[in-house]
C-alpha cells in the first residue's frame, strides 16, 4: 500500500526467496517480538545495530534540498480534500511516525518503532503492541494506547477511501495493559492485516485533533512524533522540516544512520522542464529521473561533466509495478473485451521506444515483471487450482502461455497488429461506414486520452494516430493536476495513464487496486473499475498465502486474469532507479532491494 522500477541483479531473488520461503514453526501461543514479517523470519535479530543499508557512522548536518511539483494546501495527508505538501506523509520516514518501521531489504518485514513488542498468533486472528515508554511527540507528550485507538477510530470513518476500508476491517481496538493496544479482526483470513496496522496506520495525537475538524484542510502544523517538525513553509511553493534534537527514537537501531540532515527544504515548480533547469543550476542537491528521454538528452549540462554532479542508474529487485493506459470499464464502449484487445494491438511500443524514448525503457508484460510473481509459460499446478474453478468466467488465454502484448517491427508501420485490432473492431460490432468506426446504431466511436504530464503528450498522439487508422477519433487532452484529480476521484474519463506499484509481498492493495467493492468508490485506485469475482477471487488467496509458494501462486493467477481480460493497456518501466546528486550528496554502499531512501543520505561536507 502505498518507488523506481528495475530490473534485478542475478541472484537478487534468491536470497529474497531465501528470506521469504521458510516458514518457522508456529508456537503453541502468541510471543511478543520485536519484529513482524509477512512469511518466514526477520533478516534482523533482536539486538541488531543497523540496517545493512545505512550508513551508521553518517555525519549530521546541513540542509537537504529537493523539488516538488504543483503546489499544496494542506498539512493533513489522510483526507480526501486539499494537496498535502511533500515530506508530510508518514511513508517519507521523516514526520508522523507508525507503530512499526519497514526494512528495505526484506519482502515485507517491520520492526518496532513506536512500539517495542508486537505479539500475534500463528492464525493472526489479532495483533497486540506495546508502546514503547520513552516515544512522544515533539512537543514531549507521550505516545499512548489512546492516541493509537484514536488514530483508528478517526482513520476508519473520516480518511481516504482506501484507508477506511483496511482500517474498518479491524472489529475491536481495545487497551490491554498500561502500554498495551490490541486489534482484533473481523476474520483470520487475511494474515496481511496485523502488518499494515504496523506499518501503515499513522498514530495521531487525540489531544491535538480532539477539537479541531479532521476532515478539513489545514496549513497548521499537527502534533506528530517523527524525526522532524516542520520548520516553516509559504503556501504551495515550499516548506522546510528541521530536525528534532530531542527526537525520541533518535538513538534506536531501525534509525541509526539516518535523519541525518538538519533542514529538509522541498521547493515546488510549476513542472518538470523548469525543475530540472532549477537543478542544474545548483538550486537543489538531488532527483530521481523517470523519464527516459530527459535522461538520455539533457544531463550532459557542465557539472555533469566536469564530476560535480554524479549520474547512476541504481538496480534494485523490486517488481515492476504497471505503467498503464488505463480503460474506463464503466464506459459502455470498454465494456467488451475485444474492444480493448484491439486497442492493445494499436499501441506500438517498439516504434515508441526507439523515436520517442531513446530505447530507454522495457515493455511491461506483467504488473510483477522482474520477480518471481511474474507469470512463467503454462500455470502451475498451484496456479491451476486456484483457475480451474473459474473456468468458463475467465478468458481461454488464462490456461495457456503468460500474457505477452502485441509486438511489432518497430518501423512505425504496424500494419498487421492494425489489421487483427479492425477484425476485433468489426467481431464487436464496431465497423466501419465512410471511413469511420461507428456502432450499429450510427453512433462514431470517440475516445478522449486524457493526461496530466506533458511528457506523455506524444506517447498519447502517437496512439492516437494508429486509433484515427482504425476509424476512432482520439482527441488528447492535457490537464492540471488538480483538475486530472478530480476527473479520476468521479471516474470522469475514458482512457488515462495510470501505475500501480507493487512489492515483494502483495496483498491488500491489490484489494484497493482491483476489488469490485472499490469500482464504484470515490477517490478510490481502481480507476479501471474491475469488477469480477475471480479476481477478487486471486486477491482473497494472496491474503490467504502462508508460504511464499501460495504467495507466488496467487499473484501469477491474479495477473494472468487481469492481463488476459485487457483490462488495462500495460506499458513500460525503468530499467533502474536513475539518480542525479550533486557529489556532497553521500549515499550509502549497500542499495536495498526496494531502492534507494533519502532517509539514508548524507552531506559530506557535515562535521
Not at 325 to 343: S, W
Not at 464 to 474: H, T
Request: hydrophobic share 40%; charged share 25%; aromatic share 12%.
Amino acid at each position: 500500500m502505498r518507488d523506481f522500477l528495475s530490473l534485478p541483479k542475478p541472484g537478487c531473488f534468491a536470497v529474497l526467496l531465501a528470506l521469504g520461503a521458510a516458514i518457522l514453526p508456529a508456537p503453541a501461543a502468541a510471543q511478543a517480538e520485536h519484529a513482524i514479517a509477512m512469511l518466514g523470519p526477520v533478516k534482523y535479530e533482536a539486538g541488531f545495530s543497523h540496517f545493512d543499508y545505512v550508513n551508521p557512522d553518517a555525519p549530521k548536518g546541513g540542509t537537504l534540498r529537493l523539488h516538488a511539483l504543483g503546489s499544496f494546501d494542506t498539512l493533513n495527508p489522510y483526507i480526501v480534500r486539499g494537496k498535502p505538501a511533500a515530506g508530510v506523509h508518514h511513508g517519507s520516514g521523516i514526520y508522523f511516525e507508525t507503530l512499526a518501521k519497514r526494512s528495505r531489504d526484506e519482502p515485507f518485514t517491520l520492526y518496532g518503532l513506536l512500539a517495542e513488542r508486537i505479539e500475534t498468533p500463528a492464525d493472526r486472528a489479532w495483533v497486540e503492541f506495546t508502546l514503547r515508554a520513552e516515544a512522544a511527540f515533539s512537543d514531549g507528550s507521550p505516545v499512548t494506547v489512546e492516541d493509537v485507538i484514536f488514530s483508528w477510530e478517526t482513520l476508519k470513518t473520516k480518511s481516504l477511501p482506501n484507508a477506511r476500508a483496511t482500517w474498518s476491517r479491524a472489529q475491536t481496538v481495545t487497551r490491554t495493559g498500561p502500554r498495551k493496544v490490541r486489534f482484533v479482526f473481523e476474520n483470520n483470513k487475511d494474515r496481511e492485516l496485523p502488518l499494515l496496522v504496523a506499518g501503515f496506520m499513522p498514530i495521531l495525537s487525540k489531544a491535538w485533533w480532539q477539537d479541531r475538524p479532521f476532515d478539513s484542510t489545514t496549513l497548521e502544523p499537527p502534533l506528530a512524533s517523527g524525526p522532524y517538525v516542520i520548520d516553516s513553509l509559504e503556501p504551495g511553493r515550499t516548506i522546510t522540516y528541521r530536525r528534532n534534537p530531542d527526537y525520541w527514537g533518535k538513538d534506536l537501531a531501525i534509525n541509526r544512520g539516518q535523519h541525518n540532515f538538519d533542514l529538509i527544504r522541498y521547493d515546488y515548480f510549476r513542472d518538470a522542464s523548469v525543475a530540472l533547469e532549477s537543478f542544474k543550476a545548483g538550486d537543489y542537491d538531488l532527483r530521481f529521473e523517470g523519464d527516459a528521454t530527459r535522461w538520455a538528452t539533457q544531463y550532459g549540462f557542465p557539472a555533469v561533466r566536469e564530476g560535480r554532479v554524479e549520474l547512476s542508474v541504481l538496480e534494485t529487485g523490486i517488481p515492476s509495478g504497471l505503467n498503464a493506459l488505463t480503460f474506463n470499464l464503466r464506459k459502455p464502449e470498454f465494456r467488451d473485451a475485444r474492444v480493448r484487445e484491439a486497442f492493445a494491438n494499436a499501441f506500438d511500443f517498439e516504434w515508441i521506444n526507439k523515436a520517442l524514448l531513446h530505447d530507454g525503457y522495457v515493455r511491461t508484460t506483467s504488473m510483477f515483471t522482474g520477480s518471481d510473481m511474474a507469470p512463467v509459460g503454462e500455470p502451475t499446478p498451484a496456479e491451476l487450482a486456484l483457475l480451474e474453478p473459474w473456468r468458463g468466467q475467465i478468458p481461454d488465454a488464462v490456461f495457456g502461455p503468460a500474457y505477452a502484448p502485441p509486438a511489432t517491427d518497430g518501423s512505425g508501420r504496424p500494419r498487421a497488429n492494425l489489421k487483427r485490432a479492425a477484425a476485433l473492431l468489426d467481431a464487436a460490432g464496431w465497423t466501419i461506414r465512410d471511413g469511420v468506426r461507428v456502432d450499429g446504431n450510427g453512433t462514431p466511436f470517440r475516445v478522449e486520452l486524457t493526461i496530466r504530464r506533458p511528457s506523455n503528450e506524444k506517447i498519447a498522439l502517437a496512439f492516437g494516430r494508429n486509433l484515427q487508422r482504425l476509424g476512432i477519433e482520439a482527441p488528447v487532452r492535457l490537464v492540471e493536476s488538480a483538475q486530472f484529480q478530480g476527473m479520476i476521484d468521479t471516474y470522469d474519463f475514458d482512457i488515462v495513464f495510470g501505475f500501480w506499484g507493487v512489492t515483494l509481498s502483495p496483498g491488500n492493495e491489490q484489494q484497493n487496486y482491483w476489488g469490485a467493492q472499490n469500482a464504484s468508490l470515490p477517490g478510490g485506485r481502481n480507476w479501471a473499475g474491475v469488477s469480477d469475482p475471480a479476481v477478487d477471487a486471486m486477491i482473497d488467496a494472496l491474503g490467504a498465502a502462508r508460504d511464499r509458494e501460495a504467495l507466488v501462486a496467487a499473484a501469477r493467477a491474479l495477473d494472468r486474469i487481469l492481463m488476459w481480460n485487457h483490462y488495462l493497456l500495460p506499458l513500460y518501466h525503468d530499467p533502474g532507479q536513475r539518480l542525479a546528486r550533486w557529489s556532497y550528496i553521500g549515499i550509502p554502499a549497500t542499495i536495498p532491494v526496494y531502492g534507494l531512501r533519502l532517509e539514508a543520505l548524507w552531506d559530506t561536507r557535515a562535521n
